[in-house]
Structures are given as structure tokens and as C-alpha cells.
């Protein structure tokens, strides 16, 4: 190789790396030109917290004073200059590089600090609950249910309603609404003639735990996960914790798109409309006498929702925008719960619920949290024997789930399973049939990434490439759920800024963040009420953190080929 020749490799690597934001292959680049290893110290972990650390290299990344103190170490210098030209051009390419770094720190710094104000603003605003506030409702008594609505494998779901919980009048959009005014079913007092059903209220089925609140409580912990922090009386809050000796799981935040369980409780199994013919066997003895089921159970009360999201495709063929504003929000409700250390593990249309938002744009909201992971250990789970629970529905569990084989000191690592559900759900979203539905012939355990169906041509580019990464066996190619929404963000609204950015150059990105949190401001102080399209923008914003925006950049820039041709090279990135 011409000395040209290397310098200009070098330079080439060096930019190609530094607008990358990747460091750590700064260090190989140039241990692989020098033909050996590059003894740097290993990075020095004193970096103010202000310092921009790229990406998933921030553990590995390069210390510059390290790296410095090896420039003026003897050892380099000899093999610098005392060795061939090529050495010598690669140093001074490394050289440029190095500054290059520093503007870019520089630049990183200031980039983080206008994600963090952003985020400052809006993490600000809560999500706010479309019901009114309501202090009781901790008895059966409390409600008047109306018909069944739903049934799984556990429970059955009831419409209900109750005076203290009416719908705020902004948010009475709902398919129920509409059809409602439609036939002039007007509202006239708390308990009309007819009664609308703002609420749910799904009916445990108790089987397996004893009477007392304290085992219901405890065996079906999991359900109340989205409960709002006031949704258990006083009393049995403490039950629910005591019970748990301390370990009880987590509880989740509200979110746009993640049910809020309003009110939890546990009282006496009653006799509901249809429950004789259709879930006679889980009935308590006193209804029936053949029914294997407990006296009492526990009782969930949430906003009801006009369809599951199964149901509603089956119905509507939602256009490509309001189809990939529906994988957003999945994107976003999965991104809520990884955030909180909480893995759903049994994503599916059917334990989605829709509504429409004051625009008419179908919402979406994840629910069912039965068989969810909410441990203090996290996301990862400890896999030691064959009989521990790796969630539900197995079509649609993500492949490092359903090829674990238990053993001594294994753990199934739960941080991308939801999103590869979603990656699935997404040809729901566009029309096709999931692909994992054995009907359809794909099998989590053993496809190949080129087996998968495309998607219709008319989905946008960036859409099908984000699916595509989401459905990777390899968790370590498989985006995020913050990373795929941010490229669908982007995607969506960023287009322009996105077609004149320089790789490594953020500032354009950092005027577009601030127009849009501008602009986002401004539709928030509408009266409408809040449409899906804000929401999810005040989501993208309040997340928003420079290395996730690089990154889903880098995906979108580069296209799904470009970038693992880069981790081929660089396996460790
Ligand atoms: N808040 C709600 N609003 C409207 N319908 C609902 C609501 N919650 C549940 N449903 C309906 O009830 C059905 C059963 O609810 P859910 O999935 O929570 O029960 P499950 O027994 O836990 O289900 P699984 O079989 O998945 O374990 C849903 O598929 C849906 O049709």
C-alpha cells in the first residue's frame, strides 16, 4: 500500500468512524493498520456526565487522556517514528482524527444538553387520565355492569359504569360515542334510562388461590401492574405488599398507550349475564354446583374500549399513515414499559385495545398484563429449570425466548422480546397476516430473516426497514423500541432534516428538536384534546436522548445493508 494510498485509508476510517459516532473502532482502525494490538489503557471511566458517550460504546469507549498519555509514551513513539511511511501516515491520520473527536465532543455536549432541556419540558406534563378523578369505588356495589364484552383464558370483561367515574367531555370519542349520538342516545343524569358504559370491569377467575384477599391479591398480582397508585384500597394495598413480603411488582406509570387499571378489588363471584352458559366450570359451587372455581375474586376496572385491536382490523383497513402511526404507538407503549423494567411477554392484536382520538385516528393501548415480567431483577430472567414460566403465546415469542434451554446460571434477557412481538403485529397493522400464526407457516424457533414475507410495496421504505430489524433473531441487531420509534419519528416528521444531515453533524437535528417542540407546544394548547398525532410526538420528545437519535439516524441513513455490513467488520460494536 502507497503511502497515498494509507493516508488516505486512514483519513477515510478515521472519518467514516468519527461521523459514526463510533470510537471504539477509532482504536482498532488504527491497531489494525499498525498490524498489532493497540495497547491503549482501558477507558478510564471519569468522564464528566455531561460527555456525549456514543451509542452502545460508551462501556468500551476510548479514553482521550489514555490515549494521549500512549501518544507520549516512548513505546509509541518508537514504533511511530522509527517505523515504515505507512505507520507514519497512519499516526498523522489517526492524529486529525483526534481533533476531529474533540469538536465532536464539543459539539455532543452542546447536543445533550438541548435533548435534556427538551426532555426537561416535556416529561413536565403527565399523561392525564380521560376519567374523572374518583375517591371510591373499591366494591362490586359500586358499578352497574351492563353486557359482556370479552373473555380469555382468565376472565371475563363486562361493560360497566359508575356516577363518580363519567368520561371527561373532551375525551367521549370512542366508537360507543359515536354510535350512541348516532341513534340519539342522549345522557341525562349519572344513571340515564340506558346507560353508556364508560367503564370494564374484568372478572378474575379464581381457580387456584384460596378466598382470602391476601392469595387472590398475590396470585394474580401481575394484573395490577397498570393500576394508578390509588387504584387498591388502603387496606388492600397493604395486603397486596405484605403478601409479597416486600418483593411485590412493579407498578407502572400512566401512558398514552399502556392501560391504567382505575380500581382493583376483591369481592364474591357474581352471577353475570351469560356466565352459566359460558364459563360454567370456573363458577364458585353456590352458582354452580358442578363450578371449580372460589367464592371470591379479584375485580379490574378500567376505560372501556369499543375493540381489541384484532377486532378492529377485521373491520377498518386503516390507511398507510394511520397504520404506522398505530406501530409508533406500540413502539412507544413497549419503549414505557422497558423503561420501567417491565416486559409484557404476550403482546398480541388481541390484547390490544382501539379508540379513536378527537381526530378520528385510531389510539392504541397495550393491556392484559397477566403474564408480564415485573420483578426487581429487571428484564432479565434466571432460567434454571424447565418450569419457569417464559410468558404467553408462544406463535409470537421472540426467538432468544422460546430457544432458551434452561441450565445452571442461564437467564433469558426479555429487553427486545416485546418489540420483536411488535415487528409481528406490524403486518397485521398493513394488511397481511401475521406470519408467525402457524397458518402462515413461520416459526419464531427456526426462521431465517429471508424468509419473511415483504410487505405490501406501497409501505413506505423506512416502515418496512424498521420491521425488518425489529423481526432480527440477533437481539444485538434488533433495535430498541426507543430506537425503532425514533426512526419512525423521524420518518414521519423529520424527513427534510434527515435528507440534509451530515452523519456526524447534529446541529440540524438539534434546530429540528427544537421547531418541533416549539410546534408541539403550540397544538397542546388547543382545546380539542389530545390527538394521537401529539401525544405521540410529546413521547418521541420527552424520551428523546442523543445517542438513540444518532442511532436510529445511523439505520435510517445507512439502510439496514450498509449497517451490518459495518458490524461484520466491527462485531464488537
Ligand atoms: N378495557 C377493556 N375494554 C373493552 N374490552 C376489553 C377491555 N379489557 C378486555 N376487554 C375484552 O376482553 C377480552 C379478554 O380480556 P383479557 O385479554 O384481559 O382477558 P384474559 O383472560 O387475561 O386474556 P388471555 O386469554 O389473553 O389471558 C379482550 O380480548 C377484549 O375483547
Not at 232 to 241: G, T
Not at 402 to 426: F, H, L, M, N, Q
Amino acid at each position: 500500500m502507497s503511502v497515498k494510498h494509507a493516508l488516505s485509508r486512514g483519513l477515510e476510517l478515521a472519518r467514516s468512524v468519527f461521523q459514526l459516532g463510533l470510537f471504539k473502532p477509532a482504536g482498532r482502525v488504527a491497531a489494525k493498520f499498525r498490524g498489532e494490538r493497540l495497547r491503549v489503557s482501558r477507558p478510564t471511566r471519569t468522564v464528566q456526565p455531561q460527555t456525549f458517550l456514543p451509542g452502545r460504546y460508551r462501556f468500551f469507549r476510548l479514553s482521550l487522556s489514555g490515549l494521549a498519555a500512549q501518544l507520549q509514551s516512548g513505546a509509541f513513539r518508537r514504533v511511530v517514528g522509527g517505523g515504515s511511511p505507512r505507520n507514519r501516515a497512519v499516526f498523522l491520520a489517526f492524529g486529525v482524527g483526534l481533533t476531529l473527536i474533540e469538536q465532536q465532543l464539543e459539539e455532543d455536549r452542546t447536543s445533550v444538553a438541548v435533548c435534556q432541556k427538551i426532555q426537561a419540558v416535556f416529561t413536565k406534563k403527565s399523561f392525564q387520565s380521560p376519567l374523572k378523578p374518583f375517591t371510591s369505588g373499591y366494591r362490586l356495589e359500586d358499578y352497574v355492569t351492563g353486557k359482556q364484552i370479552g373473555k380469555g383464558c382468565s376472565a371475563a370483561v363486562y361493560e360497566a359504569a359508575a356516577p363518580f367515574a363519567a368520561p371527561a367531555e373532551r375525551e367521549k370519542c370512542s366508537l360507543v360515542d359515536l354510535n350512541q349520538k348516532e341513534t340519539g342516545n342522549k345522557k341525562a343524569g349519572p344513571f340515564p334510562a340506558t346507560p353508556s358504559f364508560p367503564l370494564a370491569m374484568k372478572m378474575m377467575w379464581n381457580i387456584g388461590a384460596s378466598s382470602s384477599s391476601d392469595a387472590i391479591l398475590r396470585s394474580m398480582s401481575m394484573e395490577l401492574v397498570p393500576a394508578c397508585p390509588r387504584a387498591l384500597s388502603k387496606e388492600q394495598e397493604e395486603i397486596a405488599l405484605d403478601g409479597h413480603f416486600g418483593t411485590a411488582p412493579k407498578r407502572l406509570t400512566a401512558h398514552p398507550n399502556v392501560i391504567t387499571v382505575y380500581r382493583a378489588f376483591t369481592g364474591e363471584v357474581p352471577l353475570l349475564p351469560g356466565a352459566q352458559e359460558e364459563y360454567p366450570d370456573v363458577l364458585p359451587a353456590r352458582l354452580n354446583p358442578l363450578g371449580l372455581g372460589r367464592n371470591r375474586t379479584l375485580f379490574l376496572v378500567m376505560k372501556n374500549y369499543p375493540y381489541t385491536l384484532r377486532q378492529y382490523l377485521k373491520e377498518c383497513e386503516p390507511n398507510l399513515m394511520q397504520a404506522s402511526l398505530m406501530l409508533l404507538q406500540l413502539l412507544e407503549g413497549v419503549d414505557h414499559l422497558c423503561r420501567q423494567g417491565i416486559a409484557h411477554r404476550d403482546l398480541k392484536s388481541d390484547n390490544v385495545l382501539v379508540e379513536y382520538d378527537s381526530t378520528g385516528c385510531p389510539r392504541l393501548v397495550i393491556t392484559d398484563f397477566g403474564c408480564c415480567l415485573a420483578e426487581d431483577l429487571g428484564l432479565k430472567l434466571p432460567f434454571e429449570s424447565s418450569s419457569i414460566y417464559r410468558g404467553g403465546n408462544s406463535c409470537l415469542m421472540a426467538p432468544e425466548v422460546v430457544t432458551a434451554v434452561p441450565g445452571r446460571g442461564v437467564t433469558i434477557d426479555y429487553s427486545k422480546a416485546d418489540v420483536w412481538a411488535v415487528g409481528a403485529i406490524a403486518y397485521e397493522l398493513f394488511g397481511q397476516p401475521n406470519p408467525f400464526y402457524s397458518s402462515q407457516g413461520l416459526e419464531s424457533r427456526r426462521y431465517q430473516e429471508r424468509q419473511l414475507p415483504p410487505l405490501p410495496p406501497a409501505v413506505p421504505a423506512d416502515v418496512q426497514l424498521v420491521v425488518k430489524l425489529l423481526l432480527h433473531r440477533n437481539t444485538r441487531k434488533r433495535p430498541s423500541a426507543r430506537v425503532a420509534a425514533n426512526m419512525l419519528h423521524i420518518s414521519l416528521w423529520g424527513k427534510r432534516v434527515l435528507a440534509s444531515l451530515d452523519r456526524a453533524r447534529m446541529d440540524k437535528m438539534m434546530d429540528w428538536l427544537l421547531c418541533q417542540s416549539a410546534v408541539v407546544l403550540l397544538k397542546s394548547r388547543g382545546t380539542s384534546g389530545s390527538s394521537v398525532e401529539t401525544e405521540l410526538q410529546r413521547s418521541f420528545l420527552a424520551n428523546i436522548e442523543l445517542e438513540d437519535v444518532r442511532t436510529a439516524v445511523s439505520f435510517l441513513m445507512y439502510g439496514q445493508e450498509q449497517w451490518h455490513a459495518l458490524l461484520m467488520h466491527y462485531p464488537e460494536l
